[in-house]
């Protein structure tokens, strides 16, 4: 079984550049999540997708950061315009139902904004 | 605010020792509980999920959980140094299940 697939693996930019980050979850997973996790922090959950739909996107700064999930399968997260703060490792993980399931993840894109 | 609480130690055990991980919640009405492990450059990935009050054991590894004290712990036996990384605590509170990680324990097991 194919795990979490993310990419870029790395991606270096400019403040106030944008980016985008691509993830295709485990498949016949419904539940797609975005978190972002900060060197010495524990994973933060940006947003939750329910097959296309959004469960949760509460903590999702909403004037720079857009989630996406077509077809409810491959989700794409974009932040425009990138700040220094918004430096960390974004993972993004699925599971086969909502949160009371197990959540498997991906290997993460390390983004820095310099 | 849900909040999930991990001291970030290190906590540093010698080889073959029992090492012990806590977590406690503020949301009385979460569900699911789950431990990762994360080494360091790398993604987490689930070691146990619990349920229910009390012990669940999957190898050298016990999930203990006490909703009444709002407290869930990992215990490893048998430590070794293939073990250190950092211990991510998970709750998914209940309704809309969102999940919720602690900041993580490191863990160093020194031969």
């Known amino acids: 079984e194919a795990g979490v697939a993310q990419s870029p693996r790395y991606k270096i930019i400019e403040k106030r550049q944008s980016v985008a980050f691509w993830c295709n979850p485990i498949?016949?997973?419904?539940?797609l999540y975005w978190y972002q996790q900060i060197l010495g922090q524990g994973p933060k959950l940006l947003i939750q997708f329910q097959n296309n739909g959004v469960v949760d996107d509460s903590q999702l700064p909403k004037d720079r950061f857009s989630a996406e999930r077509l077809k409810g399968v491959d989700s794409t997260l974009k932040i425009q315009p990138a700040k220094l703060e918004d430096s960390a490792v974004y993972l993004c993980?699925?599971?086969?139902?909502?949160?009371?399931?197990?959540?498997?993840f991906g290997q993460g894109t390390r983004l820095t904004v310099v | 605010q849900k909040e999930v609480e991990q001291n970030s130690g290190p906590l540093s055990v010698p080889e073959g020792a029992i090492a012990s991980l806590n977590c406690t919640y503020s949301d009385r009405g979460s569900q699911s509980f789950f431990w990762y492990r994360q080494y360091s450059g790398k993604s987490p990935e689930l070691i146990m999920s619990i349920y229910s009050n009390g012990d669940k054991e999957d190898g050298r590894f016990t999930a203990q959980l006490n909703k009444a004290s709002q407290y869930v712990s990992l215990l490893i036996r048998d430590s070794q140094p293939s073990d250190s990384a950092t211990y991510l605590c998970?709750?998914?509170?209940?309704?809309?299940?969102?999940?919720?990680f602690g900041r993580g324990t490191s863990l160093i097991v020194h031969p």
């Open positions: 993980a699925s599971s086969f139902l909502g949160a009371d399931t197990e959540a498997f």
């Open positions: 998970a709750v998914a509170s209940g309704g809309s299940y969102i999940p919720t």
């Open positions: 498949s016949g997973h419904a539940t």
